[in-house]
């Protein structure tokens, strides 16, 4: 299986909970799943699909999967500041 540093969702899901359970707000946690997703423009993967092409294809891109969570939590953390 995957684990934090292999390029996948992981580098964005892991921080985000560590934010989650250190109590931060959902704008921190939003926050933390970007940081994690946009290291991943500089991991070379080790799991997950981009580890069947070659780094040339995704150099200076984020994982996808990664992208994907920090957009679901960022979008969760507006939706959160609109009903406040």
Known sequence: GAVVGDRTLLDALHPALEALCAGKTLSSVAAA???GADATKTMTASAGRANWVGQESYAGVP?????A???VLEAVAAA???SA
Do not use: F, K, T
């Open 33 to 35: 799943a970007r940081l």
């Open 63 to 67: 994982d996808p999967g990664a992208a």
């Open 69 to 71: 969570v920090a957009i």
């Open 80 to 82: 959160d500041s609109l």
